[in-house]
Structure formats: structure tokens, C-alpha cells
């Protein structure tokens, strides 16, 4: 599904990307985990088709990205919610932007409010949303355009504990159910093993290496010694590189 082949990516001077390869099979999910600065924002806005390659190749669904595709989605750090909007809206948006029908978005918007547990929340602004409801906002903002590839940054990051670990559930269950290939990009090491089929470890622009996790999707994954195991493994990986 997802081909990168020899990617650089620089900013003038600085090389941020270099020597990249990955291959990400459909409908599988794919963690990037590394230290700040080493290149995972970089490598999600080359995917999104957001940076322009120095060399390399970057194929998605047999097709060469050379520009924004519209099939892939993206959800940032930030969430990115249109502040003025309400949640209602702010799902509303990304679909009256591609000239769906007034019906169409009216449909998809409710069906995605229910779908985020968010349908009492449709009226206010996202000024009046809890941290892990502006999460679930901007996720379902770049779901209602039913994406084949969904792309994450540090997807909860800024959440407490408890509300990072439901923002997780959530995204293994819409993975289940809509079957997107994932690529998530985090500096957390429980969230990358249990969101990652594959975990790659990346330090200094480059792909240190991919792991397996042929424990991911287990019910109650965490409270599995096979969590802990990949845990610290993920973690002796990632203080090795430092
Ligand atoms: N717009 C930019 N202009 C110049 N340099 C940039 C730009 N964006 C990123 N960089 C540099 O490229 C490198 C990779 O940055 P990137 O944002 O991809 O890292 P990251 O792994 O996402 O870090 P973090 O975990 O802090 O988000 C860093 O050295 C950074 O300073
Ligand atoms: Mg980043």
C-alpha cells in the first residue's frame, strides 16, 4: 500500500530524512517512534504529500504522491479545529469543502458524532472541548472523507493518562472497523506498542529499525506480559540510539 524507496528529505542545509525505506502493507498499522527532532513529523508531511523530496520515491496505492491525495488523511498535533466553528461544523467543513450535498454532510456528520460518542457536544465551540474531546473532533473531521490511509501525529501527546489510553481504544477500534492503513507517529513507547503492528524505531533522519509486534490487537493487550516485553524493548532500542 505504502512504498518508500531511498527518501531524503532536507530544509535548505539540514537533512531530516535520509537513505528512508518502509513498506507499509494495506490495511496495517505502522508506529514511528524516536527522539525529537529525528524526523517523524517530516516523514508524515512526505507522506501527506506536504514536503517535497530531495530524492527518493514515495508510492501510495500504486500511485507515485506527488502532491496532496485526497484519499489520505491527517490528523496533527494540534487538532487543528477551525476555533470559530462548532464541533457540528468543524466535521461539517472538510466535506462542504469537496462540494458534498447538504444532505450528504448533514448524514455523515451525525453518523461520525455517534460514531465519537460526541453527539451532545455538536453545538459547542472547540474553545468548550476537554483536551480528549478536541482529539475525537479532529478525528472525525478527517474520517468523514472515509480516508484509505490515515496519518497521525502524536495523536495524544498533550492528554493525561487515562484520556491517552481511550484516545487509543479509539483509534484500534476505528481501525478495526474501517480497516484504514495507519501510520502514527508518537515519542511514546506504550502507545506505539499498542497502536503499532510494526514499530519503527527512527534516530537522526533515518530508520534505526522495524519491529514486529505480532501481539497487537489482543484483547486487553496491556495487562499482557508480551506489552511489557515489547515495551522495554522499544525502549532499550531507543536508548541505544541515544
Ligand atoms: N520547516 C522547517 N524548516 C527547517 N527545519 C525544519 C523544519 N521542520 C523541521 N525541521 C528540522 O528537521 C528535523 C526533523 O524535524 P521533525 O519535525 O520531523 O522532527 P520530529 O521527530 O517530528 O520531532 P518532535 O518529536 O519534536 O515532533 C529537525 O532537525 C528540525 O529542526
Ligand atoms: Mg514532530
Known sequence: MIEIRDLEVAYDQDIALKELN???????T?????????GKTTLLYALAGLVRPQSGSIVIGGKSVSGIRKE???????????????????????????????????????????????????????????????????????LVLEPDVLLMDE?????????????????????????????????????????????LVMADGRVQEQIDNPYFGEADFRDHPSFFEMSLKIRRRLYEQA
Not at 30 to 38: E, F, L, P, Q, T
Request: charged share 20%; with cysteine; glycine share 10%.
Open 155 to 199: 495523536a495524544s501527546s498533550a492528554l493525561d493518562a487515562m484520556t491517552k489510553e481511550l484516545i487509543q481504544n479509539l483509534v484500534l477500534r476505528l481501525h478495526r472497523e474501517r480497516q484504514f492503513t495507519l501510520v502514527l507517529v508518537t515519542h511514546n513507547i506504550e502507545e506505539a506498542v499498542f497502536l503499532g503492528q510494526r514499530i
Open 30 to 38: 505502522c508506529a514511528v517512534i524516536g527522539s525529537s527532532g529525528c
Open 72 to 142: 489520505t488523511g491527517l490528523v496533527l498535533q494540534d487538532y487543528g479545529l477551525l476555533p470559530w466553528k462548532t464541533v457540528r461544523d468543524n466535521l461539517a467543513f472538510p466535506l462542504k469543502a469537496r462540494g458534498f450535498g447538504a444532505v450528504e454532510t448533514s448524514e455523515r456528520v451525525g453518523a461520525m458524532l455517534e460514531e465519537l460518542g460526541l453527539e451532545s457536544l455538536g453545538h459547542r465551540l472547540p474553545g468548550e472541548l476537554s483536551g480528549g474531546q478536541k482529539q475525537r473532533v479532529a478525528i472525525g473531521r478527517t
Open 22 to 28: 518502509l513498506s507499509v502493507p494495506a490495511h496495517s
